[in-house]
């Protein structure tokens, strides 16, 4: 997870839970990721809340190996 923020710029991260699969273990992180900047010539609807705010302030990532990395 120390990877996870380093590389995604996420703070306030914990392990949330891991869910068993019959082919697969998975393991989910939450944590509040730092917004990324708005994309130029895109522009979002006015009734949209923005990345990291609201609804969207909780961020979650998903590995079958927390060793190989996160997605």
Same mark, same amino acid.
């Given at each position: 997870?120390?990877?996870?923020?380093?590389?995604?710029?996420?703070?306030?991260?914990?392990?949330?839970?891991? /869910?068993?699969?019959?082919?697969?273990?998975?393991? /989910?992180?939450?944590?509040?990721?730092?917004?990324?900047?708005?994309?130029?010539?895109?522009?979002?609807?006015?009734?949209?809340?923005?990345?990291? *705010?609201?609804?969207?302030?909780?961020?979650?990532?998903? *590995?079958?190996?927390? /060793?190989?990395?996160? *997605?």
């Amino acid at each position: 997870m120390k990877a996870l923020v380093n590389e995604k710029k996420v703070s306030n991260i914990k392990l949330w839970g891991k /869910i068993k699969g019959s082919k697969a273990d998975y393991f /989910i992180a939450e944590g509040v990721a730092e917004p990324a900047g708005e994309e130029e010539g895109v522009a979002a609807p006015e009734d949209m809340e923005p990345k990291g *705010t609201g609804v969207n302030k909780l961020t979650y990532w998903a *590995t079958n190996s927390p /060793i190989q990395g996160w *997605t």
